[in-house]
């Protein structure tokens, strides 16, 4: 199966979700699918999100984990609302916000 692509639009960010529900094609062969995520952060163009410092991270998580949720999308906001609540990200987001007074 190809890969699909979406936007997710996550805080002020706009973030590329690419999705392939089995890339190595284990379903096929009798075995649990490992699904491939890819999340790239548009705009700001490779600004930091509290899973990646690069703006961009590739994901490699058995398939149930994402059927969980009603699409790849739904995964990575739920993801996203979940690491956002670290301390690293609330320390990357208060430099962030100090960087704009100067």
Not at 41 to 66: C, D, M, V, W
Not at 85 to 100: D, P, T
Request: aromatic share 12%.
């Amino acid at each position: 199966m190809a890969y699909t692509s979406e936007t997710l639009i996550w805080q002020s960010f706009e973030v590329e979700v690419r999705y392939d529900p089995d890339p190595f094609s284990l379903a096929s062969r009798h075995q649990e699918a490992m699904a491939h995520v890819e999340i790239h952060t548009i705009q700001p163009e490779k600004a930091p999100l509290p899973i990646t410092e690069t703006g961009y991270r590739s994901h490699f998580t058995p398939k149930g984990n994402i059927d969980e949720y009603d699409s790849a999308v739904e995964f990575v906001k739920a993801w996203l609302d979940h690491e956002a609540q670290s301390e690293e990200w609330r320390i990357v987001q208060e430099n962030a916000r100090q960087l704009c007074l100067f």
